[in-house]
């Protein structure tokens, strides 16, 4: 909790808060993905990778440019902490920041998923998502959102004074990307960037703008789909706090398994060719 102002408002206050507020980033002039002629394929798809995450812990797969991928609730509520790169370079990964900075807070239908600086590019194109229906709830709560860090051992150990705990969605990915890429775990974890919370429902508190999460409202057979723009290594933690209703980082909660599913269309998508990374020429004024 923040404390109380010890400073006396100034006599304009009403008037300062009143001034409306600018969208930071217009994005009109973005080009959009023509979402028709990627749905125009899902009808016709083959199933070349089925891939399931334990709970409590993380798993990795691969989709080429050109396939979908299909992140499935299987057995029971559950929420994962997704990790993208790109296969053939690393360096290259989910920008969880500027996606949010562009899609919003969370992310579905038609929303495109971003890569880092100096990439800067769509890496994946959100085709379906069975939680469309939720919307924001009285909370101010959605589902699939790009604000949270993921759970990690470091604040556990902040904030218990101390404590050890291993199966934080941080250290899962840390240990499936290093057992994927051969790293050792301390380089690995250097690769590990914030996530999209599948699944999760989350959102900001009115009075302190805390971050908050609430049970998850997804059901088996619920998934959120998405199409690979470039060669993608996926990485993802079934996290510790299984629907994500009581605590992160748990031992108590319960926890399901997530299943992962790469689908090969017939074809491309009309006129779809991979994007090219960023256009700026990275001079920064010199």
């Given at each position: 909790?923040?404390?109380?102002?010890?400073?006396?408002a100034p006599?304009?206050?009403?008037a300062?808060k009143?001034?409306r507020?600018?969208?930071?980033?217009?994005v009109e002039?973005?080009?959009r993905?023509?979402?028709a002629a990627y749905?125009?394929l899902?009808d016709?798809l083959t199933?070349v990778?089925?891939?399931?995450?334990?709970p409590?812990?993380?798993?990795t797969?691969?989709v080429?440019?050109?396939?979908f991928?299909?992140i499935?609730c299987?057995?029971?509520?559950q929420v994962g902490d997704?990790n993208l790169?790109?296969a053939?370079?690393?360096?290259?990964?989910?920008?969880?920041?500027?996606?949010?900075?562009?899609?919003?807070?969370?992310?579905?239908?038609?929303?495109q998923l971003?890569?880092n600086?100096?990439?800067?590019?769509p890496?994946a194109?959100?085709?379906?998502d069975?939680?469309d229906?939720y919307?924001?709830d009285?909370?101010?709560g959605?589902?699939?959102?790009?604000?949270?860090?993921?759970?990690d051992?470091y604040t556990h150990n902040?904030?218990?004074?101390?404590?050890?705990?291993?199966?934080c969605c941080h250290s899962n990915?840390t240990r499936?990307?290093?057992?994927?890429?051969?790293?050792a775990?301390?380089e690995?974890?250097?690769y590990?960037?914030?996530?999209?919370n599948?699944?999760?429902c989350?959102g900001?508190?009115r009075?302190?703008g805390?971050?908050?999460m609430?049970a998850?409202p997804v059901?088996p057979?619920?998934y959120?789909e998405f199409?690979a723009?470039?060669?993608?290594?996926?990485?993802?933690?079934?996290?510790?706090g299984?629907?994500c209703?009581?605590?992160?980082?748990?031992?108590?909660?319960?926890?399901?398994p997530?299943?992962?599913?790469?689908?090969k269309?017939?074809?491309?998508?009309e006129?779809?060719a991979?994007?090219?990374?960023n256009?700026y020429d990275g001079t920064?004024?010199?």
């Open positions: 909790m923040k404390p109380n102002p010890i400073t006396a006599g304009d206050a009403a300062r009143a001034i507020p600018v969208t930071c980033y217009p002039t973005l080009t993905p023509d979402l749905r125009a899902r016709d199933l990778e089925r891939v399931v995450v334990p409590r812990e993380a798993a797969w691969s080429p440019a050109g396939h991928c299909r499935v299987s057995e029971g509520p997704l790169f790109n053939k370079d690393l360096k290259e990964r989910l920008y969880t920041g500027k996606t949010r900075a562009l899609a919003g807070t969370h992310v579905g239908l038609g929303d971003f890569s600086f100096p990439y800067l590019r890496i194109t959100i085709t379906h069975t939680l229906w919307g924001f009285e909370f101010g959605a589902v699939h959102d790009v604000i949270g860090t993921r759970c051992p902040l904030l218990s004074h101390g404590g050890q705990y291993h199966h990915l499936a990307f290093a057992a994927k890429t051969g790293m775990l301390r690995a974890e250097t590990v960037h914030d996530v999209l599948v699944f999760m989350t900001f508190t009075d302190t805390q971050y908050f609430k998850s059901r057979d619920d959120l199409f723009e470039i060669d993608l290594l996926g990485c993802m933690s079934a996290c510790p299984g629907d209703s009581a605590q992160h980082s748990s031992d108590t909660a319960a926890c399901y997530m299943v992962v599913e790469i689908y269309p017939k074809a491309l998508p006129g779809w991979p994007p090219p990374v256009g920064h004024g010199l």
